[in-house]
RNA sequence: GGAGGAAUGGCGGAGUGGUCGAACGCACCGGUCUUGAAAACCGGAGACCCUUCACGGGGUCCGGGGGUUCGAAUCCCUCUUCCUCCGCCA
């Protein structure tokens, strides 16, 4: 969430910058200041209003302690019209106040100056392509008929079961999501990120904090009874641990790592690109997190996507790195990147992680704040990234290491798996 | 699920109708002492909102919401969470 003050103080370079992530309802920016500023005037009315109230409280107390009765009871009746007026503007605040969050919360971030102009995933810029091209045999073979041909993935059992989306991993296949799973957590772990194992669950206040709430409504799958979220990705969570604190400057950054599934309800994602593993219900992803001070936090997304690629390095895939344009931002992103894997078979770039800095924006509404060295409040910044998500993972490691008679698995992982060649 | 207790500042913990934003301790900042540090001593210091160029001034906040009262951390209702005991259970 933007705050209003910078809102205040930059009105036309926040409207451009908001242009430039293709939203469009720039005129909410001057609704929200021109409420606002209703706002401060009432609340200024108020105030005295209530040191009023407050002061005549206080005479009245003296006034029975003085033995003056009479006096007071005068003074208790002449109260009363005051407190109708408190009462009046106290109502008129609230309702402002209601009306400015409501805008408020639909407002995305600003991006970041580096982010692209753009409004659409074409318009992507392409920053650094790594990894070599597999050369794939003769007859090859998408993953989804891999999957089949070695049993490592049953579709059709999740769709039985659960429904389209919800695949069923299986012997080797398990496997492999398992040795990945403890891959990606050890490389984590060394690179000094905190394992958490998070619920799987979240109330509103976590998901109206990181972000989810109220924009990505609808695409979470919700438990009515509960009034709980399934967690769309373990950003939630582990970033909600956070929330209300007030940090030591010399605790951070915060790094923190979570395995999870992750759901997604893709309502309205039909058709393409929703073959085998390309796009789920439910799938797994280990994903890092780091509270940032404010100076660090560019510094610190670097940081994290030199994480990223060295795992695609070890896992020997060719991958491409993105800068997402604004047009392809996330709500509450200021500036993403995104790693992208070749599935050789499907002739593909597949997304399997999205490393973002989401600045203040989510610090504001989760109330994470540290205390800097002038003893000063300020808020702190969120990053978050893939590290990495399973699936799509597993889709390119099938197609591109697939050979006439099995498909070889990359070194790093074979002392996770316990066996070289899927076959 | 049943019975009882509790929720206070970054943390711990007093406070049961008026001068309490809140004692005290820890942590923190400044100073004295010291070659330096520690200890000791002295002093400072909550968060948020409104206002002011600034100094400052005003308001709100004692788990959330509502109520009683001229006045609520303190009384009442309600919700949430935690603890103890009982029951059930992976």
């Known amino acids: ?56 409280s206080k005479e009245i107390g003296n006034l029975y302690k003085g033995g003056q009765r009479e006096e007071a009871e005068q003074m208790k009746a002449e109260m009363a019209s005051l407190k ?20 408020l919360v639909r407002i995305p971030n600003l991006p970041h100056e580096s982010v692209p102009a753009g409004s659409s995933d074409a318009d992507n810029v392409v920053v650094k392509e790594g990894g070599t091209m597999p050369s794939l045999p003769e007859g090859a073979q998408t993953h989804w008929e891999l999957a089949a041909k070695y049993d490592l993935i049953r579709f059709e059992a999740g769709t039985k079961i659960t429904g389209s989306g919800f695949p069923v ?64 990705t373990a950003e939630v969570p582990l970033t909600n641990l956070f929330r209300d604190k007030l940090l030591k400057e010399e605790d951070l950054p915060q790094k923190l790592v979570g395995y999870t599934p992750c759901f997604r309800r893709e309502a309205g ?32 997304l670097d940081q994290m996507i030199d994480h990223v690629e060295s795992l695609l390095l070890e896992l020997e ?12 931002l996330g709500f509450t992103s200021a500036l993403t990147f995104d790693f992208e894997v070749y599935s050789a078979a499907q002739q593909k770039w597949l997304e399997v992680s999205s490393v973002s800095n989401f600045e203040s924006f989510q610090a504001n509404r989760l109330k994470l704040r540290f205390k800097d060295k002038d003893g000063k409040n300020r808020l702190l910044h969120t990053l978050n990234g893939s590290a990495l998500a399973f699936p799509r993972i597993i889709a390119a490691l099938l197609e591109n290491k697939q050979t006439k008679d099995g498909i070889e698995m990359p070194a790093v992982l074979r002392p996770y798996l316990g066996f070289d060649k899927i076959a």
């Not at 979240?202 to 924009?215: E, I, M, R, Y």
């Not at 789920?280 to 936090?297: G, M, N, R, T, Y």
């Not at 060719?318 to 604004?326: A, D, M, S």
Request: hydrophobic share 35%; glycine share 4%; net charge neutral.
């Open 317 to 328: 895939l060719p991958y491409r790195l993105l800068r997402l344009c604004g047009g392809d």
């Open 269 to 300: 994602s039909y058709g393409k690109d929703v073959r085998g593993l390309n796009r789920l219900h439910q799938f797994d992803k280990v994903e890092i997190v780091q509270i940032a001070h404010p100076e660090k936090s560019y510094e610190i």
């Open 1 to 56: 969430m933007l705050l209003i003050k910078e809102l205040r103080d930059n009105r036309e370079s926040v409207k451009e910058r908001l242009w430039k992530r293709a939203f469009r309802n720039t005129e909410l920016i001057d609704e929200i200041i021109d409420l606002d500023e209703k706002r401060r005037s009432i609340k200024a009315e108020l105030d005295d209003l209530l040191n009023k109230t407050k002061t005549r």
């Open 84 to 103: 109708e007026q408190v009462r009046l503007r106290e109502d008129e605040h609230r309702k402002l106040e209601v009306k400015i969050e409501e805008i």
């Open 169 to 232: 991993f299986s012997g080797m296949g398990a496997r492999l999501q398992r040795a990945l799973v403890n891959f990606f957590l050890d490389r984590a772990t060394r690179a000094g990120y905190h394992e958490f194992s998070p619920p799987l669950l979240v109330n509103k206040d976590s998901a109206f904090a990181t972000g989810q709430l109220p924009d990505k409504d609808g695409q979470m799958y919700y438990i009515n009874e509960d009034d709980l979220y399934l967690i769309p």
